[in-house]
């Protein structure tokens, strides 16, 4: 019997087989675009000349961006909007909520096929749909109707048992996850939840470990849709949307299993999602920031528990204790049911419905002081302060730390304060909020799209060159992040539709003389040496664009995060791997590299030759492409080979 993953990937199979390594090509039904990247789906939409949409459903959120420090991200809240009308898309304005719990409230369907431009899509996991991040570039492909191309995953099934205790909760069982098999063991694979553990847990429950498999590195994470979605969907006024999707019985390439009843609260010490231990571990140190709210914790429970057990209690005098509302709708919720009251008693910053300090919009915390937060990534540098300190925790051991002013572990409210675990049971009716989607028209073709001077056309990308020479500008370690690679912020994130100007914050956390280097080598190109893993986290294209622009030709890594990989073939950088990865060692920063005869060892999928000229050493490359991967390299990237292809 086929599991859920293969039943999803089988309904939508285009072309390719379903043979783990082999390229697929998959239909896709609906897309997401947050405002971060979706400005650059926007422009490439506009290079590509299209008209509208022809998804089932694409949608465009605002929750990134909402800092208004100036006309930029005002002005490309507009632009984003008067696109979305003009191409036959959804829009969210700013202040609605975060994208992955409101495509999740509003048009998440079992069975469907989802992509977005954020790394996070797979939350939408959680209701039995096959929801992947990707690149703006295949985003806005897909929403022409173009198919979806990936390597065919092997399928990690992740038995469940068990119920969980009290004061452990759903962050705690993918922090167990993280913690088994770190920020790299799901590449190449997607985590399949199954078993008798899932009837404890809510659709919402589900979003919560669905959306951090982005944290493994996972292709997916599916859960069936079994009773659990259909009340999420009945919550929702869209019970008419339920489609059953199990699988019973099923086998899977890979096995793991958790027993829940045995899970105790987990935190993820800085600064990696995969550096995980039981908080009693590290209780006692003084915390000075606690921060809930997330699309790693979205559903109104996370909010809700945390008022219970803040009832009567205030936050620790040393702690800012900041509310994140996940959207607008469980805002109105948590007012309605008196939750909200609750935390602003307790002292609580409520801040907008959105991202805010998660992508590092606001919210940085102090110097060289504690930010416990329920967020998915504490990446370094990504909180808005250089050397932060975050951990990564649930709702449960947030709100018990800022009440105590230390890292604590949320049973010994039980066990010292004689506090009883406050179980919240999801209400079977709520206020439904569905004001700020703003529906485009039937015919968009007279919107005018207003755009402000912050917005720049995109930069061309020239095809592939036969041959290489230039410096190693960067020699990096294990598990670089996106953010570490393209900054996120308030101060970087307003140019995201500037490619000249947020290209002078490329690698600026890792090395600030980066851009003055590589401007220099612009047009003659240049090289990047990485170790594994290299691109984790965000889908952000930037972070291949950039380089890109600066005249990064070629990245020598011991492996690659599946995303970034993919953006760096559409937008013309060669990705090699080390044949060797003992040769990562014998580059160093400043080597002039020389690389020749490139098409044909890319056409072929032979090894390359890199001749490291300083050390007058020959260090064997691979270059693993797919068929589709080698034609879109050639031609310097997926615009051009969609230009050049557009009638095919």
């Given amino acids: 019997m086929k599991n859920v993953a293969q039943r999803l990937i089988e309904s939508h199979l285009i072309s390719g087989k379903m043979v783990a390594g082999e390229e697929i090509a998959l239909k896709v039904d609906q897309t997401l675009c947050q405002d971060a990247t979706g400005t650059m789906v926007m422009l490439e939409l506009e290079a590509m000349g299209v008209k509208k949409v022809k ?17 930029k991200n005002a002005d490309d809240h507009i632009f984003l909007q008067t696109s979305a009308a003009k191409y036959g898309i959804q829009f969210s304005g700013p202040g609605n909520g975060v994208s992955h719990p409101v495509h999740m409230e509003k048009f998440g369907i079992p069975g469907k096929l989802l992509i977005g431009s954020d790394s996070h899509t797979c ?18 492909l897909a929403m022409v109707g173009r198919p979806y191309f990936i390597k065919m995953p092997k399928i990690m099934g992740i038995k469940l048992t068990g119920k969980l205790p009290a004061w452990v ?21 997607i985590l399949e939840y199954y078993g008798p553990g899932l009837e404890g847990l809510t659709a919402m429950d589900r979003h919560v470990i669905a959306n951090m498999g982005a944290e493994l590195g996972a292709t997916a994470s599916v859960f069936p849709s079994d009773g659990q979605v259909k009340e999420f969907l009945k919550q929702q006024g869209r019970e008419k949307d339920f489609k059953e999707i199990v699988a019973d019985g099923a086998s899977y390439d890979l096995h793991d299993e958790i027993d829940l009843s045995k899970l105790e609260p987990l935190i993820a010490c800085p600064s990696s999602p995969g550096n995980v231990v039981p908080v009693r571990e590290v209780a006692g140190k003084e915390v000075f920031q606690v921060m809930i709210g997330s699309s790693a914790n979205p559903g109104l429970r996370d909010f809700a528990v945390p008022a219970l057990i803040f009832k009567n209690k205030r936050a620790h005098e040393r702690v800012s204790l900041d509310i994140n509302p996940s959207s607008r709708q469980i805002l109105e919720n948590l007012t309605e049911m008196g939750h909200l009251m609750q935390l602003i008693k307790a002292g609580a910053r409520i801040h907008q419905a959105g991202c805010n300090g998660c992508i590092g919009m606001g919210q940085a915390p102090a110097t060289d002081k504690i930010s416990l937060r329920t967020v998915p990534r504490n990446f370094p540098g990504r909180s808005g302060t250089k050397e932060d ?26 066990h010292k304060m004689g506090m009883k675990y406050p179980h919240f049971k999801e209400p079977g009716h709520i206020i439904l909020n569905n ?15 207003i755009r402000g001077p912050n917005i720049q056309p995109l930069p061309q990308v020239e095809p592939l060159r036969d041959h290489l020479e230039g410096p190693v500008l960067l020699k990096l370690e294990n598990n670089i992040s996106t953010d570490e690679i393209s900054p996120a912020g308030s101060k970087v994130l307003p140019f995201r539709s500037n490619i000249p100007e947020i290209s002078k914050f490329t690698f600026s956390g890792v090395d600030e003389g980066y851009y003055a280097r590589a401007i220099k080598h612009q047009k003659t190109g240049s090289f990047i040496v990485a170790g594994s893993n290299y691109g984790q986290g965000s889908s952000r294209e930037h972070a291949a664009l950039a380089p890109s622009f600066l005249g990064v030709k070629a990245v020598l890594a011991k492996s690659y ?5 993919s953006n760096l073939v559409n937008f013309g950088i060669l990705p090699l791997v080390f044949a060797n990865e003992q040769d990562w060692k014998g580059i160093e920063k400043d ?28 260090i064997s490359m691979k270059c693993p492409l797919s068929e589709h ?5 050639l031609e310097g990237g997926l615009i051009n080979y969609i230009i050049k292809h557009k009638d095919a």
């Fill in 55 to 71: 998804t089932e459903v694409s949608a465009q959120y605002v929750d990134h961006n909402l800092v208004q420090n100036d006309f």
């Fill in 123 to 140: 939350a939408a996991g959680s209701l039995g749909m096959l929801a992947m991040g990707s690149g703006g570039l295949e985003v806005a």
């Fill in 169 to 189: 909760s759903a962050k705690d069982v993918i922090l167990e996850v993280l913690r088994r098999h770190d920020v790299d063991g799901g590449v190449g694979k």
């Fill in 389 to 414: 300190k975050v951990y990564l925790c649930s709702p449960e051991t947030a709100a018990a730390s800022a009440i105590t002013g230390v890292i604590t572990d949320p049973r010994d409210l039980e």
């Fill in 435 to 449: 004001d700020m989607i703003v529906a485009p028209p039937k015919d968009g073709s007279g919107v005018q799209i």
């Fill in 561 to 565: 995060a599946r995303i970034h990989r």
């Fill in 591 to 618: 080597d002039v590299l020389k690389i020749g005869n490139i098409h044909e060892l890319v056409k072929t999928g032979k090894d390359f030759s890199v001749q490291n000229v300083t050390k007058n050493k020959a």
């Fill in 629 to 633: 991967e080698r034609t879109v390299l």
